[in-house]
């Protein structure tokens, strides 16, 4: 151990006190969110639509483009100690790439947040979109993404497994996760309407990355039918683990609903 430096002149030395610990700015919960190092808009999303009065903490793993099965499967070495990096006592933590769940695994996820913290919920982003889907009647589903096909077609043979019926999957081809990032919303938009089948009873737009939640309310008016986005169906989740059970307009069924 280095030696204390000396002081200048001989200071005081600081009378004891009694101070009261009170239970902080976050007084109906603390989530954590394990988010990809590329990822810029699962942030700002959380922010918007969480009440003030809730806290939210990140951390960051590493994902190396290209967005491939091999680069998210690589991931899930670092979960555990991402989420030891968060502060304690949180009641909820997710890992906050949907693609990266479906690879990973769900359970491998869960296990590896608790493993960082015990004692939080934890879950996958996978995990909360299946959670929104079922609470909103949606089974035979088409499937939007900005991903490569081998990630779609991954994710959409995971979603079979889980007891949906998958009616048409297009992904938008980008290979980089912070080009995911840029897509405008009204290319979103584009992507579901393009997609949506009369047979489909609801439409999910897949990956944290992309600016669903800004329109989720515009394309269920479009169509009329219930739409999950991933941040919407994350953020969703993550509050009603904390038994927060706030409905919110503007943000479509989900929120107005359950």
């Avoid at 941040?231 to 307009?249: K, S, V």
Wanted: charged share 25%; proline share 5%.
């Amino acid at each position: 151990m280095a030696a204390l430096p000396e002081t200048h002149q001989a200071w005081p030395y600081s009378t004891p006190r009694q101070t009261t610990l009170g239970k902080g700015r976050h007084t109906r919960g603390r989530l954590g969110f394990v988010l990809l190092n590329s990822e810029e808009t699962a942030d700002d999303d959380i922010r918007s639509i969480v009440p003030d009065d809730v806290g939210v903490f990140y951390t960051r793993v590493p994902l190396a483009d290209p967005v491939t099965i091999e680069n998210l499967a690589a991931v899930g070495d670092d979960l555990g100690a991402a989420a030891s990096l968060l502060p304690p006592d949180m009641d909820a933590i997710a890992y906050v790439c949907t693609s990266g769940g479906v690879v990973v695994g769900e359970e491998n996820v869960a296990r590896a947040l608790n493993e960082g913290q015990s004692g939080a919920k934890t879950t996958s982003l996978i995990t909360c979109v299946i959670d929104a889907m079922h609470v909103l009647g949606m089974k035979k589903i088409v499937l939007g993404t900005p991903y490569l096909d081998e990630v779609n077609h991954f994710e959409a043979d995971f979603l079979v497994d889980r007891g949906f019926e998958i009616l048409d999957v297009q992904g938008l081809c980008i290979e980089n996760g912070r080009d995911m990032c840029l897509v405008e919303p009204d290319d979103i938009v584009k992507l579901a309407l393009e997609i949506d089948r009369p047979d489909a009873d609801g439409i999910f737009i897949s990956c944290s990355a992309l600016r669903t939640v800004e329109v989720v309310d515009e394309i269920e008016q479009r169509t009329g039918k219930p739409v999950v986005g991933s941040n919407h169906a994350l953020i969703w989740r993550m509050l009603r683990l904390a038994g927060i059970e706030d409905r919110m307009d503007g943000l479509g069924r989900l929120y107005r609903e359950h």
